[in-house]
């Protein structure tokens, strides 16, 4: 067995910490609770799963936070979850073998990122890296920060699937929490942007932030900034600000600067059901539109065994198809097509059907 401290840092989370702690305590783990200055009953209910808990006085600079409970963890393995992630399933010996597996590599687990879109409850899924060795890795940035390796800073290195799975809450919260949140992380990330102009990173968790409030135009802008500068195109975060950049344009009417921009790159992004979906949405939104070749963009999407958002190789692609058809006058085959995002419990496909059929 290979000992592994969990670290979580907070503040003002009693809406969390249990659900957080509490799936924890079957497990054979030192949990280590750092909190930046809660004035509620946060520390008071992570006493009741764990006595490591620390004050860190808050610096706004996450990387310092987390990096305070890497020097508390008793573990060389440590294992950073959030407050508002609760774990839902774990094979403890399985992990254990990974890390055995890839000792000097970085763990990832996997994370469902839950919130309602379109009327639908949907599930963004993705592997976020949280198990490594403190004696080889830390972390880096005020904000959203990265795991580097203590050698050279680097941010490349080997990752590793691990079979650890959590819920995420953090996006089901109201508007208004998402738009304090946004500030909150922006105000850190345009300062942190002053004084590393060229990180690419920085702009494109600044449009994530403007995303995450439905505010496409600014999005746009950060990412457009980002793609602007070197990349490592096989880093994971490359590839979702690929799907949101061409989001962003096909919601800010620059579909037709998504298809020049993306088309002479598009074999780097391929492979992905979100990727697909949202380049057959850019030839639907071009003027004149390209039914025929959004048509095969959906197929392809049809056709990934995986997807990073919940929808994106199923009832995304199958409503997508069916307003194709529709488009081209093939009301048996939309009707056909809608009824299978229908069936998925995709509220506009109802809502189509309703409209097209009158029950």
Known sequence: ?????????????????????????????????????????????????????????????????????????????????????????????????????????????????????NGTQTNYPDRVERLFSKKQFHYTGVIHEQVVRLADESPLYERYEIPLTVDHAGYSGSMEDMRRKAERNNTLLFREIEKHPENPYLYFQAGQSFNSIYDYENAYTYYKKSFALPLHLEEPWVQIMATAYINAMNHTNRSREAQLFFEPVYEHFAGDANFYCSMGNVYLNLDPPQPLKAMAEYIKALQCPDAREEGANSFIPYYNIGLVNEMLGNAGSALTFYQKAADLGFVPATEKLSALTGS
């Open 1 to 117: 067995m290979i000992p592994v401290s969990v670290c979580i840092i907070g503040k003002n989370e009693e809406r969390h910490i249990g659900k957080c702690l509490s799936p924890l305590k079957p497990y054979p783990f030192e949990i280590i609770y750092v909190d930046t200055g809660s004035t509620d009953r946060t520390k008071e209910t992570a006493a009741d799963y764990t006595d490591k808990i620390y004050d860190f006085k808050w610096i706004d600079d996450f990387s310092a936070a987390r990096n305070f409970a890497l020097e508390k963890a008793a573990c060389e393995y440590v294992l950073f979850l959030d407050c508002d992630e609760y774990l839902t399933s774990l094979d403890v010996e399985a992990v254990y073998q990974a890390i055995m597996a890839h000792p000097k590599g970085v763990g990832m687990l996997l994370r469902n990122n839950y919130y309602k879109a």
